[in-house]
């Protein structure tokens, strides 16, 4: 037995338009703005181009948020322990502990 089931009902063609998201330009708040510096601190680590600037930069993403800088350090700290011989590893656990270090610096600016 074969069914046949209707021809589907055309509509006409209609625009839409809607506003494409911008996008992100800094972390978002809480534990996923911690994942971002993470991960942008681990791809300064494997360019290999953390010098002073992009540690500037890390802690500016970061919007000065210390608790924001911890988290991506735990995160660091968490795969170090995982892959303590990876090069990438250790540098984005050095970018990360410079960065908190300058932030303290200027947190009695």
């Known amino acids: ?14 625009e839409v338009e809607a506003a494409l998201p ?3 330009t800094a972390p978002p708040p809480g534990p996923a703005g ?3 510096i993470f991960a942008l601190a681990l791809e300064l680590a494997t360019e ?11 802690v500016d993403q ?10 991506a350090y735990g995160r660091a700290v968490a795969l170090l322990g995982e892959y303590p011989d990876d090069p990438n590893v250790r540098e984005t656990f050095e970018i990360l502990v410079r960065a908190l270090r300058r932030l303290h610096r200027h947190a009695g600016t």
């Open 1 to 14: 037995m074969t069914a046949v089931l209707p021809a589907p009902e055309r509509r006409p063609d209609v």
């Open 62 to 71: 970061a919007g000065g948020n210390r608790r924001t800088l911890e988290g």
């Open 22 to 24: 911008s996008p992100l």
């Open 34 to 36: 911690a994942a971002w």
């Open 48 to 58: 290999g181009v953390a010098a002073a600037d992009d540690v500037d930069r890390l």
